[in-house]
Nanobody, 127 residues
Framework: QVQLVESGGGLVQAGDSLRLSCAAS????????MGWFRQAPGKEREFVAA????????DYSDSVEGRFTISRDNAKKTVALQMNNLKPEDTAVYSC????????????????????WGQGTQVTVSS
């Protein structure tokens, strides 16, 4: 199984950038597709970005497309979310998640497809 710990959140101004990191433990990290989700106060958790087990395929929500970039380093067992041109609407707790994909290069975009979650890191964007 994989354990996930997020870091890199903080308080920034609109237009600024942040890079979130998710550190994973275990020997099977390369077998997991990874994703980033966020949850704003009073709202449900929503999909942000996803990447397949190899790091060659990605997917983004319409709200972050062109601003956020997801990447992974299987050797270091990490997945990152580079967030540029942040907006107040991006304020939320960001969580990384893992979904077993075996030898397939799947990209998952739904919460139900993930069964491993980190505790999240707070991102606050002021106007």
């Amino acid at each position: 199984q994989v354990q996930l710990v997020e870091s890199g959140g903080g308080l920034v101004q609109a237009g600024d950038s942040l890079r979130l990191s998710c550190a994973a433990s275990g020997r099977t990290f390369s077998s997991y597709a990874m994703g980033w989700f966020r949850q704003a106060p009073g709202k449900e958790r929503e999909f942000v970005a996803a990447i397949d087990r190899s790091g060659s395929r990605t997917d983004y929500s319409d709200s972050v497309e062109g601003r956020f970039t997801i990447s992974r380093d299987n050797a270091k067992k990490t997945v990152a979310l580079q967030m540029n041109n942040l907006k107040p609407e991006d304020t939320a707790v960001y969580s990384c998640a893992a979904a077993p994909s075996g030898n397939y290069y799947h990209v998952f975009s739904k919460i139900v497809q993930y069964n491993n979650w980190g505790q999240g890191t707070q991102v606050t964007v002021s106007s």
